[in-house]
């Protein structure tokens, strides 16, 4: 009997890593328990999450994300970056542009000439199911501004959707952000059902935003392309600044334009890491999980 073989693909945007793993021919289900046993960075491949795709460029290919701790999230702007990028790269798509279905509707990724992704990300929303209060009443729709406290501080947010939750914070020092003791309990608030992505901004120029992030389900991160999408609808909202905005992150930068009526692209670069397959003994390790 031939033993399974589990091919893999190790990618990074802007030191933010994804694993590639494809649904066919996997021979075991993919659990929150065994999620978090291959993001493992001890025991395991290691990653930020895995980008856990099926289907085909004739019927559609559809991306669930799974956060290193077991979770799901509905979409990833970094992960549809490199996604994009794998599929062209390895000929599952003939064409630079292509769409992908997530748990957030669809979104559109192309790889240009120069080896960068650009992203249709679809449009933002300031409101909706995940901030409480904020779910579309009349004259509540637009969480702007609003006042919560967490970790016996004050802080004043704009909630962004993007097709996941985002909580933008203005700040005058990124650097002194004690984001390890702050990023859980915002994360947490009772405001945010759904849990929530948390997002330090501080204006460094026309047009540019420097930012530090506390991803959902994963802690802090080099960059996050959502986050980077939310920050700058926030800058455009809030300071009118103009569009395209460039967003400084630990990881190097991307470019979001936001159009007048809040649709997001955003390009960025997308990088492989390396290939592998598993091992018979891990496979076999992962599946007793």
Known sequence: ???????????HGLGNDYIILAAAGLPFE??????????????????DGILFWSGNEEEGFYLQIHNPDGSRGEVSGNGLRMFGKYLYRKGFSKN?????????????????????????????CLGGKNIVGYEGAAGRNEAVGVHLEAAGEEFEFTFVDVGNPHCVIEADDLESIELERLGPVLERHDLFPNRVNVEFMKVTGPA???????????????????GACAVAVTA??????????TVHLAGGDLQIEV???????????????????????FINRIKEL
């Open 96 to 124: 630079a542009a292509m769409t992908v279905n997530t748990d957030a509707g669809i979104v559109k990724p192309a790889v240009l000439s120069d080896g960068q992704v650009r992203v249709s990300m679809g449009r933002a």
């Open 259 to 281: 159009e007048d009526e809040m649709e997001i692209y955003m390009t960025g670069p997308a990088e492989e890491v390396f290939t592998g397959v598993m091992s018979e003994e």
């Open 30 to 47: 993919l659990t929150s328990a065994r999620v978090v046993a291959v993001c493992d960075r001890h025991y395991g491949i290691g990653s």
């Open 1 to 11: 009997m031939a033993k399974a073989q589990v091919e893999f693909s190790k990618w």
């Open 236 to 245: 455009r909202r809030l300071r009118g600044m103009a569009s395209p905005v």
């Open 208 to 226: 540019e935003v420097s930012m530090r992030v506390w991803e959902r389900g994963v802690g802090e991160t080099s960059a996050c392309g959502s």
